[in-house]
Structure formats: structure tokens, C-alpha cells
């Protein structure tokens, strides 16, 4: 079964300073993978997905994320980061379901504080 | 991407009720989800629900605990029976096939459940 390890529940920085969140799943076959953040009270926005193609991928609000194929990762990153990403992101991959299907398996999830 | 509305927004039960969560998406999908969102935890699919078919259930939901209908490609409902504390969650409906969008799944804003 596939699994995501976010290896990181917790991840506090200084305002402007640059953050990488880390993700790595398990997997023997390809997936695609997704970042997603959910802001406090809110449900979950796509962030970046990663199908195939360009290994650097970019999202919004300046996310970008680096699906690497032998460490089996996709580190989230971003240069600089604004009080207003504080939230939580949860990375994803997708993967067969019960019935054939694909579903999403997401990970723990990583709280990002950004402190002025 | 897809406008996805859930009713109620929120919700405070008694033990032994039962609620129904409505999800309604601006545009027809082929798939839509449950997940579950424990406090403090990451997402945990329900069901898959295809319209026209039964809902495919994980390991260790049953259709007795989780009803779910899908009269057509832009609603679905999921009820909670016989309700516990243990319930109490925020539960989100997700769609993928929006707008021939293959792979991306998006998510609603959720309903937060108490039960006391």
C-alpha cells in the first residue's frame, strides 16, 4: 500500500526567511503527487501537483515543489514566506483504491507558523 | 478548478442521531468523495461515490454508519448514523473530473461535526 511520511509535524519560521517542507512517500510504481494547505477553519486548497513532465514544479502563491524519483520525495518549497501562508500543508499521492479507482493518500501534515 | 458547497457548515448532535451532509458542485464530475478529518489528523477517505452505481467503501466503513447517495454528477449526500463522540470530525466531500480535469481533486470547505 502507498504511504506519505511528512517528516516534519511542525515547521516555525521567521517571516521572509525561506522554508522547505518535507515529503516523502512510498511507492513501486509512478504516482502523482500533490501538496495541498488548509487555513485555519478552512478545507483544502491544491497547492501544486506533480503528473508528469518538468520535475520543478510551481504553484500558487509562490510554492514550488521538486518531485525527486530516486529519493522518492517532493520537498515543498518557497523563497520567502509571508505571515498569511501560516497553515497547515499536507502532501499527496495518488493511488489505487478499493474498486479499481484512484484515491488520494495524504500524509500527517507539516503546521507552518511564519512568526513576524 | 470546481466550486464545491457543503451543508451544514457545522453542527452540534446528540448521541444516537443521525445528521445528513449535502455537497453540491457547480460543475458535473464523475467522481466524488467522503473523507474524514479527525482533530488534529490528517484525511482519511470514506467512500468513493460514482453516480449511477454503489458507493465504494474503505476498510473499516461500512454502508450502515455511512450512507451515501449520488443522484446525479453535481450532488451527493453522506450521513453519519447512530452517532458517538467518536464522531466528531470534520468531514469533506472532494470531486475529481471537473471542467476535464483528470487528475486533480478538490475539496470542499468541510462540516464540522460535534457530537455529545
Known amino acids: 500500500a502507498q504511504s506519505v511520511t511528512q517528516l516534519d509535524s511542525q515547521v516555525p519560521v521567521f517571516e521572509e526567511a525561506p522554508v522547505e517542507l518535507r515529503c516523502n512517500y512510498s511507492?513501486?510504481?509512478?504516482?502523482?503527487l500533490f501538496w495541498y494547505v488548509q487555513y485555519p477553519n478552512q478545507g483544502l486548497q491544491l497547492l501544486l501537483k506533480y503528473l508528469s513532465g518538468s520535475t520543478l514544479v510551481k504553484g500558487i502563491n509562490g510554492f514550488e515543489a521538486e518531485f525527486n524519483k530516486s529519493q522518492t520525495s517532493f520537498h515543498l518549497r518557497k523563497p520567502s514566506v509571508h505571515i498569511s501562508d501560516t497553515a497547515e500543508y499536507f502532501c499527496a499521492v495518488s493511488t489505487q483504491g478499493s474498486g479499481g479507482s484512484e484515491k488520494l493518500v495524504f500524509g500527517k501534515g507539516t503546521k507552518l507558523t511564519v512568526n513576524p | 478548478s470546481a466550486v464545491i458547497s457543503q451543508k451544514p457548515s457545522r453542527d452540534i448532535c446528540q448521541r444516537g442521531t443521525s445528521l445528513t451532509i449535502q455537497c453540491q458542485v457547480d460543475s458535473q464530475v464523475t467522481m466524488m468523495f467522503w473523507y474524514r478529518q479527525q482533530p488534529g489528523q490528517s484525511l482519511t477517505l470514506i467512500a468513493t461515490a460514482n453516480q449511477g452505481s454503489e458507493a465504494t467503501y474503505e476498510s473499516g466503513f461500512v454502508i450502515d454508519k455511512f450512507p451515501i447517495s449520488r443522484p446525479n454528477l453535481t450532488f451527493s449526500t453522506l450521513t453519519v448514523s447512530n452517532m458517538s463522540p467518536e464522531d466528531s470530525s470534520i468531514y469533506l466531500c472532494?470531486?475529481?473530473?471537473?471542467?476535464?480535469?483528470?487528475?486533480?481533486?478538490?475539496f470542499g470547505p468541510g462540516t464540522r461535526l460535534t457530537v455529545t
Open positions: 472532494s470531486v475529481r473530473g471537473a471542467r476535464g480535469g483528470s487528475y486533480e481533486q478538490y
Open positions: 511507492s513501486s510504481v509512478s504516482v502523482y
